[in-house]
């Protein structure tokens, strides 16, 4: 009994010890307010007629997805001591050529197939551009990525002549509202990448040499780590994954709104990623931390809007939340706190023998 | 005559008495006294990890001691800041030399006393202050709108304590000035030292150099582990002696390793394995050549910037030649990169530990598999059973401490953090090893475990390549000596009786540079 309560108490101790701890609780808040204002917050029905659950919760996985999605790219960029910024303008663009593709082509099944390799190609040629400005050329990450970040909007607008394209195809719009087991075909297969390039990483030697270079490029380099081809892996796999969440924030409303679709997520990308406890400066990842961090993201998205907060107020809340759960994942904050309590301690144990000197 | 006893009358201007500081239980020093007069230059010597920098830091108000107590000019002093230090008319130029290297050398010397006028900094007059500063050190030719990133590291080191010199201290604390300088920098600094002496400042100098400490200072105080072993005028010390206290037991495991190097010593017979010929890299190194047989150490002796690094570059991937040749067995060798070496068995540990070594963040389990595993490529990964197995092994072998494998490599002493990079080129199975300073910085337990780790590669018949500053151990260890010089190799000796550390010396001397003294490092 006592032994089952001590390995409870050191599971507890390493959940508390790892990165994304503080944004698993920021996520039990926030929910905890939503439910504070409505006590039914929490509630989840089924809907027979589309064989699917419905509810609030339902609503943030399905709103989380596509953030997940590229904040798993963006994660491992990070990890190599980079960034991509163009994942956004990454999403417009696969939302775009999916849809001008589907216009033309109908409603086919096949057609469905074509419009989302094509997205997926474009997207990791897009980030193959990235990865060649970056390790070839040798710009700097910010630099590259914001240029592409800039080409790839104004790409997306050429594809469609400027105009926010719709299309009908049932194939499409099943992938992005459909439903199995009950829950998002898009919440399922953004669950299915986390866990596959978590594997992929941490299994292979994948995740090891990419810490390498994040940490220490020319240690690496001189341990034989092949730099420029982890430098294409991970930017090519930062634009396939937002090409994949870009269709399916088009497929959603079967419409491409080349301004608006993905239009700074790569912020809410990048903030997925610190959440979940991986450094920009590089070097060690955490992919569950970034998904929990894409998690949280879109449930403060939410509960903005269910909180009824005015719409030029929402930055305002949204960087409180995020500075709150920095300064509590900051190793120096956390010091400070422990050193004011290891202080007030001895001084209140000292009072009554000061009370008898005196 | 450089080593003028201070007045021993002279009323002490710094008293440190019984300190001790603690981290946790661990007793970093231990209930140590100093005491430094007015124009004395007091030397601190002692193994890396003796205390040196710790007692430096306590009096720079770095670090608070557990207990004990300082006095200045009989006043007690508890500097907790090294602002409170520097008020007190302490400065100290620490290891890791702190100068904004993208500021001018004037900005660097004035910077936090900027002269100020309506308009704000008066830059004018900045550069004519530092200009005043630099001269008084005899350093009035430095130009003060350079910027410091292109000066040389010696002269980084000026600018340090320049700067250190700007606002006229009493006491100037120096921890290991001479660890990244060759013999004529060495000289140029000692000569700046030795003006501040004229002036009356007090100079705590701490380092592991001999030679250089009996040069230059007036006392020395010798550490171990911590505690005080000795204090004696320097011109009153034997060589000896002093050794014995610093390293007592270690100097006889050394005379075994050089004993036993020499039995196994044997002129290389038949045709060697790896053979470079007309090897050039442009502005770097001349046209080299050189030959390596298999289990011959060959050092590589010259000064810093002599051409001794990128020969060692050359010879494994970590540059690429513009012109010239490599075989290896008899096959034309294309060394593009450092994984195209590692392929074929052939390992450098660069000089540069922390930025071109280990990787600090990662476990030592993580940098001691990486190069094995990158060869492996990435797809292919090692079992956890033969991971740990092999990590262990190197643990246990080389004697890394901390033994735990998941421990980050950043928080090993240098010794230790070289045993890792060590290991990890040892699991790659080399068959050429080029080693650049692997014992630069690491204190004497340490350099004595990797000197024996190099005689037994040799054993196994592993190739050695060997640069070390230090020609004591460059003669204990190699076979073959090559001198290098400007960028060029000028000579290859074969190592025997008749070759000392004076004929390397000599060969590379200048004639004009005939009567400096050999400076070189412990054995």
Known sequence: MSTDATSRTSMLRTLLHRPYFWGLIAIALLLAVNSLKDPSYLAIGYNANTGSLVGNVIDILRAAAPIAMISVGMCLVIATAGIDLSVGSLMAVAGAVSMELLASAGGSAGAALAALGLALLLGAVLGAVNAVLISVVGLQPFISTLVMMLAGRGLAKVITGGQNTAASNETFRWIANGYVLGLPVVFLLAVLIVIAVGLLVRRSALGLMIEAIGMDPRAARLAGVNRRGLLFAVYIASGALAAVAGIFASASVMTVDVSNTGYQLEMDAILAVVIGGTSLAGGKFNITGAAIGALLIATLDKTVVFLGISSSATPAFKAIVIIALCLLQSQRVRDLFRARRAKTAPVTSDAPKEAVAA | ?523
């Open chain 2, 1 to 523: 005559m450089s080593t003028r006893p201070a007045a021993p009358d002279a009323a002490p201007l710094v008293e440190m008495a019984a300190i001790t500081v603690a981290h946790g239980p661990v007793e970093v020093l231990h209930e140590v006294d100093l005491t430094v007069r007015a124009g004395e230059i007091h030397a601190l010597m002692g193994e890396n990890g003796a205390g040196k920098s710790t007692l430096i830091n306590v009096l720079a108000g770095v670090t608070s001691p557990t207990s004990g107590s300082i006095r200045l000019d009989g006043r007690p002093l508890r500097p907790s800041s090294p602002a409170e230090a520097q008020a007190a008319g302490i400065r100290a130029v620490l290891q890791d030399v702190p100068v904004a290297r993208h500021l001018s050398i004037g900005e660097n010397v004035m910077l936090g006393h900027e002269p100020r006028g309506r308009f704000g900094i008066r830059w004018g007059e900045l550069h004519a202050q530092a200009h005043r500063v630099l001269d008084e050190l005899g350093l009035g030719d430095m130009d003060t709108r350079r910027r410091v990133r292109s000066l040389s590291p010696a002269t980084t080191q000026l600018v340090a304590i320049a700067r250190a010199m700007a606002d006229e201290p009493r006491v100037l604390l120096l921890d290991e000035p001479t660890s990244s300088l060759d013999t004529a920098e060495v000289e140029q600094l000692f000569l700046v030292l030795r003006r501040l002496r004229e002036r009356g400042v007090a100079m705590v100098f701490a380092s592991h150099f001999l030679e250089q400490v009996l040069a230059l200072s007036d006392r020395l105080t010798v550490l171990r582990s911590g505690t005080r072993v000795a204090e004696f005028p320097a011109h009153q010390v034997e060589r000896s002696e002093l050794i014995s206290l610093m390293i007592g037991h270690d100097l006889a495991e050394l005379r075994r390793i050089g004993s036993q190097r020499r039995e196994h010593r044997s002129d290389p017979a038949g045709p060697p394995f790896y053979r470079a010929r007309q090897l050039a890299q442009r502005e770097v190194l001349a046209p080299t050549d050189l030959d390596l047989h298999r289990g011959e150490v060959v050092g590589i002796a010259g000064l810093r910037g002599s051409g001794r690094t990128e020969l060692a570059r050359l010879l494994a991937g970590g540059a690429t030649a513009d012109s010239g040749t490599a075989m290896l067995d008899g096959r034309a060798l294309s060394l593009r990169s450092p994984a195209a070496a590692l392929r074929h068995h052939i390992a450098m540990a660069s000089e540069d530990r922390l930025g071109e070594g280990v990787v600090a963040g990662l476990s030592i389990r993580d940098n001691i598999v990486l190069a094995l595993q990158s060869r492996r490529g990435w797809a292919r990964p090692m079992s956890r059973a033969e991971r740990d197995e092999l990590v262990a092994g190197f643990i246990d072998e080389l004697g890394i401490r901390p033994v735990d494998p998941a421990t980050p490599v950043e928080r090993l002493s240098g010794g230790n953090q070289q045993k890792v990079l060590l290991a990890r080129w040892l699991a790659t199975r080399p068959r050429l090893m080029v080693l650049d300073e692997p014992t630069k910085g690491i204190d004497m337990g340490a350099r004595v475990e990797i000197q024996a780790l190099v005689a037994r590669l040799a054993a196994s018949r592993v190739a050695v390549v060997i640069i070390s500053s230090d020609l004591d151990e460059l003669l204990r260890l190699s076979d073959r000596i090559v001198v290098m010089k400007d960028r060029m190799k000028i000579g290859e000796v074969s190592n025997g009786p008749g070759l000392s550390v004076e004929t390397i010396v000599e060969m590379i001397a200048a004639p004009e540079e005939e009567d400096l003294p050999p400076l070189t490092g412990l054995p």
